[in-house]
T-cell receptor, first 113, second 117 residues
Framework: DSGVTQTPKHLITATGQRVTLRCSPRSGDLSVYWYQQSLDQGLQFLIQYYNGEERAKGNILERFSAQQFPDLHSELNLSSLELGDSALYFC????????????FGNGTRLTVT | AQKITQTQPGMFVQEKEAVTLDCTYDTSDPSYGLFWYKQPSSGEMIFLIYQGSYDQQNATEGRYSLNFQKARKSANLVISASQLGDSAMYFCAMREGGSGGSYIPTFGRGTSLIVHP
């Protein structure tokens, strides 16, 4: 068990809808990362937060947004969903922003129909 | 340019044998970390092993060891005494630190390992 909790585990929704993915980092970890994993794109970095502040952005679409709350949990909001957004979304956390390993949650599998 | 290259899309190994999964990386940053993750068919990403660029010794964690060859920029994962439960996708990743480093890990495309009984 990595200590990172992601909910829900599975999500099925229709095109055009909006969903929220939730992540609780490991106890003591200040940094949260969101990744998208699809078959054709591999593991793609979306966005990072550190102690409530956005620190880095990757290939995140404008339809997607995220935030990290004072209790350090994070939410990833996906709106105007398209079929191509179907993927496994991971949250990961680390204690700092340095070169140490990330610890991943079990992921949320999103299916857009 | 790819920062992490895993050239073996698929590997097969006999149970109880050792297997090496290749990973090469590209960075000009003197400070970086290298990791391996395992992703079984159930989907979770399991952290296996970490090697820092300044570490003198190769990292080991149980049956996992990282063959770190800095001059060749390679960080191969060695799994000894393979077990059926080792069948999974394996990802190599790197975080660059130091000046100009973003600390955001980049991942290779992965290697699928199948362990035969």
């Amino acid at each position: 068990d990595s200590g990172v909790t992601q909910t829900p585990k599975h999500l099925i929704t229709a095109t055009g809808q909006r969903v929220t993915l939730r992540c609780s980092p490991r106890s003591g970890d200040l940094s949260v990362y969101w990744y998208q994993q699809s078959l054709d794109q591999g593991l793609q970095f979306l966005i990072q937060y550190y102690n409530g502040e956005e620190r880095a952005k990757g290939n995140i679409l404008e339809r997607f947004s995220a935030q990290q709350f004072p209790d350090l949990h994070s939410e990833l909001n996906l709106s105007s969903l398209e079929l191509g957004d179907s993927a496994l979304y991971f949250c990961a956390s680390s204690a700092t922003q340095k070169t140490e390993a990330l610890h991943f949650g079990n992921g949320t599998r999103l299916t857009v129909t | 340019a790819q920062k992490i290259t895993q050239t073996q899309p698929g590997m097969f190994v006999q149970e109880k044998e050792a297997v090496t999964l290749d990973c090469t990386y590209d960075t000009s940053d003197p400070s970086y970390g290298l990791f391996w993750y395992k992703q079984p068919s159930s989907g979770e990403m399991i952290f296996l092993i970490y090697q820092g660029s300044y570490d003198q010794q190769n990292a080991t964690e149980g049956r996992y060891s990282l063959n770190f060859q800095k001059a060749r920029k390679s960080a191969n994962l060695v799994i000894s005494a393979s077990q059926l439960g080792d069948s999974a996708m394996y990802f190599c990743a790197m975080r660059e630190g130091g000046s100009g480093g973003s600390y955001i890990p980049t991942f290779g495309r992965g290697t699928s390992l199948i362990v035969h009984p």
